[in-house]
């Protein structure tokens, strides 16, 4: 029997009325409606999208725009490429990582001695911020735009039929194995595929008192059928602390509002209170070999290993660690096919990363790599079986 491997970017939530990355961006730069809670975390000012932004914010936001300023610069030359909250995030962590010397990295000394002149009144803080550190403030950005980004990732999809064919592959009784890996933080996925009645081992068990605990062996048991890998995690995924403050598990409640934070009493509870997602740009490829998410990555290669059609959709080809992995399954046997769905192929390989692009043609030539110029909203199953051989 025949097995197949989906793996799904941020394009297949956009087609679903998510916030895009265009969108979470300017929120982030905008700052409207966030504050700060005196808990640490950044909540919407109920809902209010107009509501001036408080100190606190105001501080980050500064910070955040003059580091957007030197993005911009370093891609000038780059027409196609759009300073971004990943990109944002990417540089204020790198900023903290040095001051706190988690990484010894001497090129970010020079970048933050250029900017330091106009960073400095943010620290020196005013009635509406305190005084802070360069290590504090850099933290705070990172803080601060995950919050906002994964909040509004909270928000119900306007859309839940524009994946149909995804489900139809799950149902395919002709397939084997049916394995899902998407980059995506929300529950879009999730949600269509419950609706559909299809069962999904996604790596957490069975409910315990109302939470569901990350299992990763679950993965490995012969009735897996339908398999859903989330490799840059989710935003209902917490660390939890048990009541009795001894260790801590990741689960992922059932029954508390996760988007504002609302406790159940006597339940375990998220430390932080903020979710397990990767953010960021480069610095994501560091967080691939720990935690949780080193036993989704060593699912996507070893899972990989076992098929012979990718079908990527929504994806732009934009990460290094993601696109490493495609190249080493399409080069470890000659069977391997890649299908591409995408309504422009052409511009999407104009804007993936240089290594995806330099085979590209290669790999389209041999007839290894096939674009389906469409996007997932309007791919059908039957198209896609065509392509399995």
Known sequence: ????????????????????????????????????????????????????????VARIRRFLHRLKA????????????????????YAA?????????EYDNPAVQPFIDK??????????????????????LSSEATHYIRDVVWRLLCAEPSRA?????????????????????????DTVLEQLLSRNGIRVTDGFDEPVERIRYWNPDLFMR???????????????????????GAGELIGMPLDWDFRHGEPVPDRAWPTGGRPLFLAGTFNKILQYTSD?????????????????????????FGDKGINGRIIE????????????AHPQPEELKSKARPRIARYWDEWQSQGRLTPIAKGIEELSWPEIRAQLR
Request: net charge negative.
């Open 1 to 56: 029997m025949q097995r197949i491997a989906f793996l799904l970017g941020s394009g297949v939530s956009s087609s679903a009325g998510m916030p895009s990355t265009g969108e979470l961006t300017e929120r982030v730069l905008s700052g409207a409606g966030v504050r700060r809670h005196p808990d640490g975390a950044y909540y919407f000012d109920a809902g209010r999208s107009d509501a001036p932004a408080d100190g606190s």
């Open 70 to 89: 030197e993005i911009d610069g370093y891609y000038r030359g780059q027409p196609e490429h759009h300073t971004d909250y990943e990109d944002l995030y």
């Open 93 to 101: 962590s790198q900023i903290h990582d040095s001051e706190l010397r």
């Open 115 to 136: 900017i330091r002149a106009d960073i400095e009144p943010l620290l020196a803080g005013d009635a509406g911020a305190p005084a802070c550190s360069l290590l504090e």
């Open 161 to 185: 039929d524009h994946m149909e064919s995804l489900s139809a592959a799950c149902l395919d009784d002709a397939l084997s194995c049916v394995d899902i890996f998407t980059l995506n933080h």
């Open 222 to 244: 012969p009735d897996a059928r339908v398999r859903l890998f989330k490799l840059h995690g989710s935003v209902n995924w917490f660390r939890l602390r048990p009541p009795d």
């Open 292 to 316: 949780i998410y080193a036993d989704l990555h060593y699912q996507f290669r070893y899972v990989l290993r076992e098929a012979e059609h990718l079908l990527v959709c929504g994806y732009s």
């Open 329 to 340: 399954w399409m080069h470890s046997a000659p069977g391997r096919r890649l299908l591409v």
